[in-house]
């Protein structure tokens, strides 16, 4: 069955970066395009950016634009999401998903 298995997160300052990763399994990784989703504190859960099964092409929330960067390594079966300057209106739980599966998800807090 599809694992994806998230980490990077924790306590950073505004302005500040975080690098996400997620570790997916049990599926052919290479074949399918992954998102980066987050749940803030009572909000239901966006996606913040999708990026095609080669890598080439990539698709952000206009929320993120300009400050995260998602990206893949097909080879390692990892989903990166680069994030630069952080805002507190960042701060959520970060998720990989597909296939209708998820993460635990990785809590990022934004705070000074």
């Known amino acids: 069955q599809v694992q994806l298995v998230e980490s990077g997160g924790g306590l950073v300052r505004p302005g500040g970066s975080l690098r996400l990763s997620c570790v997916a399994s049990g599926y052919t990784f290479s074949t399918y395009a992954m998102t980066w989703y987050r749940r803030a504190p009572e909000k239901e859960r966006e996606p913040v950016a999708t990026i095609s099964s080669s890598g080439s092409a990539t698709n952000y929330a206009d929320s993120v634009k300009g400050r995260f960067t998602i990206s893949r390594d097909n080879a390692r079966n990892t989903v990166y999401l680069q994030m630069n300057s952080l805002k507190p209106e960042d701060t959520a739980v970060y998720y990989c998903?597909?296939?209708?599966?998820w993460g635990q998800g990785t809590q990022v807090t934004v705070s000074s």
């Open positions: 998903g597909v296939l209708g599966a």
